[in-house]
T-cell receptor
Framework: RKEVEQDPGPFNVPEGATVAFNCTYSNSASQSFFWYRQDCRKEPKLLMSVYSSGNEDGRFTAQLNRASQYISLLIRDSKLSDSATYLCVVNALGAGSARQLTFGSGTQLTVLP | EAGVTQFPSHSVIEKGQTVTLRCDPISGHDNLYWYRRVMGKEIKFLLHFVKESKQDESGMPNNRFLAERTGGTYSTLKVQPAELEDSGVYFC?????????????FGPGTRLTVL
């Protein structure tokens, strides 16, 4: 079983649509949670951190359920520029108190005009 | 502020050859990480430096991979000898500290192809 599981998609949605991505993680010792965005053949970039209380950044809302080990990302009013791969990322203490990022495989989103 | 830079952007080598990848972290970032993505798989952690010290190398696949960070500035990742399964994209990341709020910033990656 993968440590971080995501629906690979692809998700093809029209502009203006609301789209939700889900993610589950297996390591209950995970301490911090993120959504990264990766454009084609580019590096991953932090989209937002995810907190237990849930957090919102403009059109983006992230939720964390520690009991279910479940993370979500909601994108409202999708824009063409939102087309990318969205990576669910979990951070647990590794050996020697390092902070390894553990990545999901990513969910591909295409927003259509 | 300059971001994480990596060199080369692409490398094509033959099986059995040696390749050295370089990463320059963001200035002032003590923490430097190497990750890689092989075809069809997720990005995986390789190792972590704090300054010049290897903090965690639990993700290094085997002893053909050697990472160094002499002087605690830039880092190199050498693959010797390269095998076909080493093909993929090697990302470097850096962070200022280890707190939750210390974001890991990624470089553009080096795309390695082993023929």
């Amino acid at each position: 079983r993968k440590e971080v599981e995501q629906d690979p998609g692809p998700f093809n949605v029209p502009e203006g649509a609301t789209v939700a991505f889900n993610c589950t993680y297996s390591n209950s010792a995970s301490q911090s949670f993120f959504w990264y965005r990766q454009d084609c053949r580019k590096e991953p970039k932090l989209l937002m951190s995810v907190y237990s209380s849930g957090n919102e950044d403009g059109r983006f809302t992230a939720q964390l359920n520690r009991a279910s080990q479940y993370i979500s990302l909601l994108i409202r009013d999708s824009k063409l520029s939102d087309s990318a791969t969205y990576l669910c990322v979990v951070n647990a203490l590794g050996a020697g108190s390092a902070r390894q990022l553990t990545f999901g495989s990513g969910t591909q989103l295409t927003v259509l005009p | 502020e300059a971001g994480v830079t990596q060199f080369p952007s692409h490398s094509v080598i033959e099986k059995g050859q040696t390749v050295t990848l370089r990463c320059d972290p963001i200035s002032g970032h003590d923490n430097l990480y190497w990750y890689r993505r092989v075809m069809g798989k997720e990005i995986k952690f390789l190792l972590h430096f704090v300054k010049e010290s290897k903090q965690d190398e639990s993700g290094m696949p085997n002893n053909r991979f050697l990472a160094e960070r002499t002087g605690g500035t830039y880092s190199t990742l050498k693959v010797q000898p390269a095998e076909l399964e080493d093909s993929g994209v090697y990302f470097c990341a850096s962070s200022r500290g280890l707190a939750v709020q210390d974001t890991q910033y990624f470089g553009p990656g080096t795309r390695l192809t082993v023929l």
